[in-house]
């Protein structure tokens, strides 16, 4: 199975940007449908994004619509979340998930990293 290390979270202020990475290893990433998801303190798991296995279709939660791009480089067997016009209700811990479904909902994906936190403040 997949194993995924999320980098990049941090602190910044509102209106800043991050670019987080999910590096893989044990498989290629090739064969996956890859997602982002985050989880704010005492709130569930939500949808950020998605990116299909060749990275021609992706798919983005309303709340980050236009604001943050899902991207991969399946030769670097990494995935790419980036986070423009932050605000701080992005603040949240952030993960990769890797599945074999194009399905928003965390039940379809079955490999997850350990996540990063990401820090908005305003």
């Known amino acids: 199975q997949v194993q995924l290390v999320e980098s990049g979270g941090g602190l910044v202020q509102a209106g800043g940007s991050l670019r987080l990475s999910c590096a893989a290893s044990?498989?290629?990433?090739?064969?996956?449908?890859m997602g982002w998801f985050r989880q704010a303190p005492g709130k569930e798991r939500e949808f950020v994004a998605l990116?299909?296995?060749?990275?021609?279709?992706?798919l983005y939660a309303d709340s980050v619509k236009g604001r943050f791009t899902i991207s991969r480089d399946n030769a670097k067997n990494t995935v790419y979340l980036q986070m423009t016009s932050l605000k701080p209700d992005d603040t949240a811990v952030y993960y990769c998930?890797?599945?074999?479904?194009?399905?928003?909902?965390?039940?379809?994906?079955?490999?997850w990293g350990q996540g990063t936190q990401v820090t908005v403040s305003s």
């Open positions: 998930a890797a599945g074999q479904s194009f399905d928003a909902s965390a039940r379809a994906f079955y490999s």
């Open positions: 990116i299909n296995r060749g990275g021609s279709s992706t």
């Open positions: 044990g498989r290629t990433l090739n064969s996956y449908v």
